[in-house]
């Protein structure tokens, strides 16, 4: 079992960023695909970034140039760093990794955009 631990959301105005973190308990943190999603209230979950093991992103068109998704292998962490954010972020904000049923998420973070 691996324990998924986010931090860093909170409220902030249009235009501002946050950075959201999330820790692994797992030794095997550098060999796994990871992935940030949000869900937004009555809307589906959604992908909003992933990393590969090798350091390949991909992100949706709704936040590419926006946002920035890295890992820190050394640390066992995984970073989204969400920048010119819209009232349209709003969201809780999920970590996730691995696939299949090895698949592990973090309890998710609230991240609002409001002025």
């Known amino acids: 079992q691996v324990q998924l631990v986010e931090s860093g959301g909170g409220l902030v105005q249009p235009g501002g960023s946050l950075r959201l973190s999330c820790a692994a308990s797992?030794?095997?943190?550098?060999?796994?695909?990871m992935r940030w999603y949000r869900q937004a209230p009555g809307k589906q979950r959604e992908l909003v970034a992933s990393?590969?093991?090798?350091?390949?992103?991909i992100y949706p068109d709704s936040v590419k140039g926006r946002f920035i998704i890295s890992r820190d292998n050394a640390l066992k962490t995984l970073y989204l760093q969400m920048n010119t954010l819209k009232p349209e972020d709003t969201a809780v904000y999920y970590c996730?990794?691995?696939?299949?049923?090895?698949?592990?998420w973090g309890q998710g973070i609230q991240v609002t955009v409001s002025s």
């Open positions: 996730n990794i691995g696939s299949g049923s090895a698949s592990f």
């Open positions: 797992t030794t095997l943190f550098s060999f796994y695909d």
């Open positions: 990393i590969n093991s090798v350091r390949t992103t």
